[in-house]
């Protein structure tokens, strides 16, 4: 098992300039989630998702946008990239919220905005 | 929303306790502990539901206060291996929130 899998790893854009971040999961996981981290913020929910054809939005979810059309991915859209978008993000998924178990996180992808 | 940790850091030599403070201004039904390496991703560590007993993971142990809505983590006789950040996690409704994070790091 792969487990959680992020593409790319590393990324750099120009402001206004869109992308699209990969998260794949062989765990058959209902539940899928992006989180954003940067220094001193701790992580933040960006869009989450209960299963597929199914998402939502989280704490920040302003200039992303994602969709669950199986139950295996979910990807993260940049619309218009802005330096303030600049981060670390994880994808993170869990069999079903609240049901007791913890959450397996993808590698990451470093994205920069210049 | 998001839970607040305490202290945001500290600095241990091996062989020191520690222990992590985790508050949540909404009622706890379960809480979890991740620790995350520089340069790495989250791992999960241990969940503790309502009503549930004490867990642990090597040395690491954990409590649940329902009534003060808190959870600590307890580092006994630490290892340089435990250095890292620990993150308490609280899920709300469909969401689930990340705490402030704490920096542990352990020295020879």
């Known amino acids: 098992n792969a487990g959680v899998t992020q593409t790319p790893k590393f990324q750099v854009l120009k402001t206004g300039q869109s992308m699209t971040l990969q998260c794949a999961q062989d765990?058959?996981?209902?539940?899928m989630s992006w989180y954003r981290q940067d220094p001193g913020m701790g992580l933040r929910l960006i869009h989450y998702?209960?299963?597929?054809?199914?998402?939502d939005q989280g704490e920040v979810p302003n200039g992303y946008n994602v969709s669950r059309s199986t139950t295996e991915d979910f990807p993260l859209r940049l619309l218009s990239a802005a330096p303030s978008q600049t981060s670390v993000y994880f994808c993170a998924t869990v069999p079903g919220q609240g049901k007791g178990y913890g959450y397996t996180f993808g590698s990451g992808t470093r994205l920069t905005v210049v | 929303q998001q839970p607040v940790q305490s202290p945001q850091a500290v600095i241990l030599r091996e062989g020191e306790d520690a222990v992590i403070n985790c508050s949540s201004s909404?009622?706890?039904?379960?809480v979890h502990w991740y620790r995350q390496k520089h340069g790495e991703a989250p791992v999960f560590l241990m969940i503790l539901l309502k009503g549930g007993e004490q867990m642990r993971h090597e040395k690491i142990s954990a409590s649940f206060n329902e009534k003060k809505q808190q959870s600590s983590l307890y580092l006994t006789a630490s290892q340089l291996s435990y250095s890292g950040t620990y993150f308490c996690?609280?899920?709300?409704?469909?969401?689930?929130?990340f705490g402030t994070g704490t920096s542990l790091t352990v020295i020879p």
């Open positions: 909404k009622a706890l039904y379960s």
């Open positions: 998702s209960v299963g597929a054809g199914i998402t």
């Open positions: 765990m058959n996981h209902e539940y």
């Open positions: 996690g609280i899920p709300t409704g469909n969401q689930f929130y």
